[in-house]
């Protein structure tokens, strides 16, 4: 088992930054993927970036290359999601979490963090 704390979220006005970080315990080594995802009230779930684990090679959806970073800390057990350039349309619920499964392949995380909410206001 696999447990995935997310916290930072909050609300800032467009062009703001803020850093959600997520921090994992229990069998990770297992893990070979981690990832944030978003979902907006009536849209369907988004995976924004992904990071392999062991090779720190990192993986963006369109939507946000080039405003958003994902990385590991030095421990490897926290995952960070800085975000810049902030836009309404960012607004969601953002999400951490692991996969031991294909990284690239949204269904196959089964580990989740329970949720932190990023509000970009105009």
């Known amino acids: 088992q696999v447990q995935l704390v997310d916290t930072g979220g909050g609300s800032v006005q467009a062009g703001g930054s803020l850093r959600l970080s997520c921090a994992s315990s229990?069998?990770?080594?297992?893990?070979?993927?981690m990832a944030w995802f978003r979902q907006a009230p009536g849209k369907e779930r988004e995976r924004v970036a992904h990071i392999w684990i062991r090779s720190g090679a990192t993986f963006y959806a369109d939507s946000v290359k080039g405003r958003f970073t994902i990385s590991q800390g030095n421990a490897k057990n926290m995952l960070y999601l800085q975000m810049h350039s902030l836009k309404p349309e960012d607004t969601a619920m953002y999400y951490c979490a692991a996969t031991s499964g294909t990284c690239g392949v949204s269904s196959s995380y089964g580990y989740w963090g329970q949720g932190t909410q990023v509000t970009v206001s105009s």
């Open positions: 229990g069998n990770t080594d297992s893990m070979y993927c």
